[in-house]
Nanobody
Framework: QVQLAESGGGSVQAGGSLRLACVVSGHDLTVNRHCMGWFRQAPGKLREGVAT????????DYADSVKGRFTLSKDYAKRTLYLEMNNLKPEDTATYYC?????????????????WGQGTQVTVSS
């Protein structure tokens, strides 16, 4: 069974940085095409896509609101997906979730993912 476990959230001041990690278990990331992503949801708001990665071609998509500040990366040896967040703003405050789909024919911020982690809280103060 596929399981995703996020970590790395915390409280920082505006302008600070955090690195989130998502460890994948129950699936071999080196086989089969897959789509993975980071999403976030702030209180009272809809969930929004932050960044996605497609193993076919290595395509990475970012939400406009995080372009130039956030970087998605992966380490297959550690079965881990990362989200490096720099120059954080108060509006980045949210619970961040890791997501995954396997055998995916396409990948992007609008995809409805099958597997989700429990989330990690990020709080940015001004």
């Amino acid at each position: 069974q596929v399981q995703l476990a996020e970590s790395g959230g915390g409280s920082v001041q505006a302008g600070g940085s955090l690195r989130l990690a998502c460890v994948v278990s129950g699936h071999d990331l080196t086989v089969n095409r897959h789509c993975m992503g980071w999403f976030r949801q702030a209180p009272g708001k809809l969930r929004e896509g932050v960044a996605t990665y497609y193993s076919v071609g290595g395509k990475i998509d970012y939400a406009d609101s995080v372009k130039g500040r956030f970087t998605l990366s992966k380490d297959y040896a550690k079965r881990t997906l990362y989200l490096e967040m720099n120059n954080l703003k108060p509006e980045d405050t949210a619970t961040y979730y890791c997501s995954a789909d396997y055998g995916a024919a396409w990948c992007g911020l609008n995809r409805e993912f099958t597997y989700w982690g429990q989330g990690t809280q990020v709080t940015v103060s001004s």
